[in-house]
Each structure stands twice: as C-alpha cells, then as structure tokens.
C-alpha cells in the first residue's frame, strides 16, 4: 500500500472555527491554494494540504487515517470518543488547545422552570446533538433522563413540544436568551483543538507532524506576548523592574554615550495596560513601547 507523503489536515468547511484556524495555520507558515470546489486546498509551502469538510466528519477522518490531524472543537471530538466506539478506528488524541472557538456545553432549561439541580431532570426529555456527552453526565448525575438526538436547531426543540429542556453549545448565551432559555449546568468547556491519532506515524509525515507542532507552540505562546522596551537610569532600574508585568529577567543594554543610562527589554506574558506603563514611567521610565510579538523560536 503506498503512503502518503504530504500532510492532510482536516477543519471546519463554514463555521465559527474556519477564519481563525485558517489565520492560525498560516501563522504557521502554512498557505493554500484554494482549489474550485474548495473540498480539498492544495499546500503551497509546505507539503501540508487541508481537507474542508464538516466539523462532525473531523473526529472519524482522523481516525481512519484518510486525514493526519484535525481542528476541531473539543466537544465534537469528545462526543466522537463517547460514541464512535468502532475497533478498526484509531484511538484520537487532543495534541494542543488552540485558543479560540471558546464555548461551552450546558444544560438550559425554560425561563420559569424552577431549577434546583439535575436530579430533578428524572423522567424529562432532553434535546441535544450530544447524546454521548449527556448520557455520560446523566449517569454520571444517575439521573434517568430521555435524550431527543436532533441534528440541529435544538433551542426550539422545547418550544415546539419535543422536549423539555436541551443541552447545547452556549459561546454568547444570546441563542438561549432568544428562546427564552436559561443555563444551568456546564458539561463541557470546549475551544478548538488540533486532534489526531494517540500514535502519530512514524514516515515524513510524522517529521512533518513535530515540525508543525513547534512552530504552532511558538505561535500561541507569543500571541498574547508584548515586547516592552523602555530607557531608565541606572539609579531607578531597581524601581522600575520590580512593576514589570511577569515574564523572564529582562536584558539591559548601555547607551551610547550616556553611561547612567539604560536600555530595558522585557518579554510580557501579557498584554501591558495603560495604566501599568503609567505606574512604570512614575518609577522612573522614559521612551516607553510596546511591541507586539509576531513569531518566537526558542
Ligand atoms: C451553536 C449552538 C447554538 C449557538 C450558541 O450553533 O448550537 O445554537 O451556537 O451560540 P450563542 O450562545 O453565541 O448564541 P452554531 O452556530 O455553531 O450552529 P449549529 O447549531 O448549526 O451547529
Ligand atoms: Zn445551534
């Protein structure tokens, strides 16, 4: 049987995860040349192409082997392990939280139901397009529940009579709050994830894999970063470096024909406010940026 030697990844074709995973691929390094029916995207720098399809499909391309890796949500990714259970498919792994597509999984029940807690959801009917993940926190619960599978447009699902209450992604809660519902328990706090197999391959592509999976490590961690440079004279630096936001020891560079002066650079974990800048040039900073980082290789 011959192998693949390009990379294929596997993300959302429409949806809520495909700009900021197409942003964060090409951060990566990673660009596509966009093919006509827009299924299959052929890789351009690297030997890494995308495969657009429906983020319920991700889980089980994955695991059959026809994609390497996969961005996907957690929530579709554990419902998958909860309820594919097949034993030709690859055992699936989470290989890192992305960062965005926060949301959550929860229960929401209607607006005048007076809700003390889950044992009270005995004998109800619960909408959801989770019936793995429910199922397992109404064992979990040991509440005897009845799950309605509905692929889609479960909030009006009680509305219409077919059940009582749903369980369903909340990321804004304003889906809820336009069919008058209310949250009550979180099952799940999901985000986008890079999944693939548990056993990543042992070819190129497993090279191609941790090259990858380098460069997305230096990415999240400087996305958030800010590079603080500022000028303090020797007699202040005490003062200053003790209000720098987090981070590393920051490096000190002479300047040029000021002997009591120098030149700080320090790596912020965070963003720097306004009113930290303000505390810090109190203590004796001048000529003060920060810097966004774009990219970081250790
Ligand atoms: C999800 C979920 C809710 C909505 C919640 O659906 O099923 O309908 O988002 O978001 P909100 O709290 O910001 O209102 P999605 O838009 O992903 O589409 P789908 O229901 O067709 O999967
Ligand atoms: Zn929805």
């Avoid at 229960?107 to 005995?122: H, K, R, W």
């Avoid at 699902?157 to 909340?170: E, N, Q, R, S």
Wanted: contains cysteine; proline residues 5%.
């Amino acid at each position: 049987m011959k192998t693949r030697d390009r990379l294929r990844i596997a993300m959302q074709k429409s949806g809520r995860l495909t700009e900021p995973a197409l942003e964060l691929l090409k951060r990566c390094g990673l660009t596509f040349r966009q093919s006509r029916d827009k299924l299959f995207c052929f890789g351009e720098g690297e030997p890494v192409d995308l495969l657009l399809v429906r983020d319920d499909d991700i889980p089980g391309l994955i695991a059959q082997g026809v994609c390497d890796l996969g961005i996907v949500g957690r929530n579709v990714l554990d419902e998958y392990r909860l309820t594919a259970g097949r034993d030709d498919a690859a055992p699936l792994a989470e290989w890192r939280e992305l960062g965005f597509g926060r949301c959550r999984l929860s229960i929401a029940v209607q607006q005048e139901m007076d809700y003390q807690g889950p044992q009270q959801l005995a004998g109800l009917r619960i909408a959801t397009s989770y019936p793995g993940l429910l199922g397992e926190w109404l064992r979990t619960n040991g509440v005897d529940a009845s799950v309605v599978t509905l692929a889609g447009s479960v909030e009006i699902a009680p509305k219409l009579g077919t059940a009582d209450l749903i369980c369903d992604l909340v990321q804004s809660g304003g889906t809820l709050v336009a069919n008058q519902l209310r949250e009550t328990d979180v099952l799940l706090e999901s985000e986008a994830v890079l999944a693939g197999p548990k056993a990543l391959p042992t070819d190129e592509r497993g090279d191609l894999i941790e090259l990858l999976l380098k460069r997305l490590d230096g990415v999240i961690q400087v996305r958030e970063s800010r590079l603080l440079l500022l000028q303090t004279s020797r007699h202040t630096l005490d003062a200053v470096v003790r209000l720098l936001p987090g981070g590393p020891q920051p490096t000190l560079l002479p300047v040029a024909g000021q002997p009591d002066q120098l030149m700080l650079q320090a790596l912020c974990a965070g963003e720097v406010s306004w009113r930290e800048l303000e505390e810090i040039k109190k203590a004796g900073a001048r000529e003060m940026f920060v810097l966004p980082v774009e990219k970081m290789l250790a």
